[in-house]
Nanobody, 116 residues
Framework: QGPLVESGGGLAQAGASLRLTCDASNVIFGLSDWAWYRQVPGEQREVVASITMRGNTNYADSVKGRFAISRNNAKKMVYLQMDSLKPEDTAIYYC??????????WGQGTQVTVSS
């Protein structure tokens, strides 16, 4: 397990909300762009949302309008607010650098399971 720590996942019903937290206090944080990724077993990890060091955000089409990424540079935290959850959002969620994730930084992730 790497130095990034994700939390906040759990079991939710469709339509509910969850807020994920990424603790990046053990790595260099402030000058980097960050992203949330998700992975379903047997599939490739995909980018869900990213945020630049200036706070500009970008989202996968599948979550646009439902998810919101944010960051707190002072606390070295990245957040993912997930609203209107769908069963297809079920995955393990990870955080890491955007564009070029650091392979040695991946944490255990946090499981999100959405029931219909």
């Amino acid at each position: 397990q790497g130095p990034l720590v994700e939390s906040g996942g759990g079991l939710a019903q469709a339509g509910a909300s969850l807020r994920l937290t990424c603790d990046a206090s053990n790595v260099i944080f402030g000058l980097s762009d960050w992203a949330w990724y998700r992975q379903v077993p047997g599939e490739q990890r995909e980018v869900v949302a990213s945020i630049t060091m200036r706070g500009n955000t970008n989202y996968a089409d599948s979550v646009k309008g439902r998810f919101a990424i944010s960051r707190n540079n002072a606390k070295k935290m990245v957040y993912l607010q997930m609203d209107s959850l769908k069963p297809e959002d079920t995955a393990i969620y990870y955080c890491n650098l955007a564009w070029s994730p650091h392979e040695n930084w991946w944490g255990q992730g946090t499981q999100v399971t959405v029931s219909s």
